[in-house]
């Protein structure tokens, strides 16, 4: 008779009435909005992509786990599904399916699985996929298909995103306001009129899933308003210095996948931290990140870059920015 009564695991213990399945299929609930978006605007493509993009994640999942790990597959707990999807909201619509295929085996055999899977991954696994492809597929990347163009094809007219056409535009010596004639207008972006990859042209639909997960206690406010607020302070102060050459703040917050990664990826459990003071920590260096990046670099978009960095600092963070204990700070606690 074994004598192991039981196991503890390692700390924090916090006792929920949410377990792993309920907190991921009320993730993956949370995206419909912004997959219905997707679906008005991309037709047919949108559906394509993010079917096969979770069929894909799921099946990798089992594979390795079962043949090279092993272990027993878990693919019912959502986890590789949520990946699916992310995966297929960061990419454009009509991405060839050998691509989608290519990213979901980064995603879930290099992202997730090489780590020891669920619950030990440092780098959000759809990040990692999405940045691996586009490195490695920087043409069919960043071809995104113009809203409502292909309802009913894979393929369609493509054209670049507002913030796309920023950057390419004040490279070229345009300035903000010549450049804003020909960019939709800020509701175009909070309702989903514009162009870019399948889930994050809608910051509605967004929104309307992190009113969700807020109710249902799935995530705090702390990251996603963290960065929001680290994204408006610092546009804001660029463009009351310089409103020819950097464009207003609503413009940022609206545009590209910052709403996309800081709601349902820079969230994510296990690449962020454990506190309410970490997770501010955390955000703010995102929004900085992003906003840099998004200035200064060479990709028009940076939200995926400044995630991934930052899930870099996550243990650091959670070594050193700790509660009180008991309600007194301890000295190397």
Request: net charge neutral; aromatic share 12%; with cysteine.
């Amino acid at each position: 008779m074994s004598t192991k009564l039981l196991t503890v695991s390692s700390s924090p213990h916090i006792h929920q009435n949410q377990g792993v399945s309920s907190i991921m299929w009320g993730v993956v609930i949370a995206m419909i909005p912004a997959f219905a978006v997707s679906v008005y605007n991309f037709g047919v493509g949108a559906v394509y992509v993010t079917a096969l993009s979770v069929a894909f994640c799921i099946m990798f999942e089992y594979l390795i786990v079962k043949y090279l790990l092993k272990k027993t597959p878990t693919i019912m707990d959502g986890s590789a599904a949520i990946t699916g999807v992310l995966l297929a909201f960061n990419v454009p619509s009509n991405l060839p399916w050998w691509i989608i295929l290519i990213g979901a085996l980064v995603a879930i055999g290099i992202g997730k699985l090489s780590f020891g899977g669920l619950g030990n991954n440092p780098f959000n696994p759809a990040l990692v996929g999405r940045v691996f492809l586009l490195i490695s597929f920087p043409v069919q990347m960043t071809s995104w298909p113009k809203a409502g163009e292909s309802l009913l094809a894979i393929d369609g007219e493509t054209g670049a995103t507002p913030l796309g056409l920023l950057k390419d535009g004040l490279k070229n010596g345009d300035s903000v306001s010549q450049l804003m004639g020909e960019i939709p207008s800020h509701l175009d972006f909070f309702f989903g009129l514009q162009g870019g990859s399948t889930g994050e042209i809608s910051a509605l639909a967004l929104l309307l899933g992190l009113g969700y997960m807020l109710y249902k206690k799935i995530i705090t406010w702390h990251i996603p308003f963290t960065i929001f607020g680290t994204v408006l302070a610092i546009s804001t102060v660029f463009w009351m210095v310089n409103p020819e050459q950097f464009a207003d703040p609503i413009f940022h917050l609206l545009t590209g996948g910052l709403m996309l990664g800081a709601i349902f990826m820079a969230t994510d459990y296990v690449t962020s931290p454990m506190t309410a003071k970490g997770m501010i920590i955390y955000a703010i260096g995102i929004g900085f990140i992003t906003m840099m990046i998004r200035f200064f670099g060479s990709y028009p978009e940076g939200i995926s870059f400044a995630i991934l960095i930052m899930n870099a600092f996550v243990p650091l963070l959670n070594k050193y920015v700790k509660p009180a204990r008991f309600g007194k700070e301890v000295k190397n606690g």
